[in-house]
């Protein structure tokens, strides 16, 4: 039996060696009366889980400054289990690029696991004044 176009075949299980950095659960309210949940919703997750990693590296606040792409993969549905993973893959002076892989986790009892979502997005450091700001040294935040 084939995938249907629009479909990636579903994956055995999550990424191995990595853990996520969020995991959710999309209810009732994030989806239509199809029960198939907003893009909208799945995208602010994304933002969440990007920044995660983001702030870390900044050592303190970021902002979301670019979504460079955005693909979503396969429909969310209320009821999975969504896991976010993030990874940093570009620093600037005051950027941070980071790429965002969701896996949805279907029926439970006899797990199906599904890439839903990939993305890139970019964080731009800022002070309390809300003005880019230089990103320290690794170094720095090794030592700590």
Known sequence: MTQPENQTPSTTRLPEGKMP??????????????????GGWIMAQVDVAGSLPAVRRANGRVATIAVNSFLFK???FVG???????????????????????YAERNR????????????????????????????????????
């Open 74 to 76: 396969n429909p969310v």
């Open 21 to 38: 950095v969020l995991r959710m659960m999309p209810a009732p309210s994030d989806a239509n009366v199809y029960g198939d949940v907003f």
């Open 109 to 144: 009892l006899q797990t199906n696991v599904v890439k839903v979502t990939e993305a890139t997005l970019t964080y731009v450091a800022t002070g309390a004044d809300r003005k880019p700001r230089q990103l320290p040294p690794l170094e720095a935040l090794i030592a700590e």
């Open 80 to 102: 999975d289990l969504l896991s976010f993973y993030a990874d940093i893959v570009k620093v600037g002076n005051t950027s941070i690029t980071v790429y965002v892989e969701v």
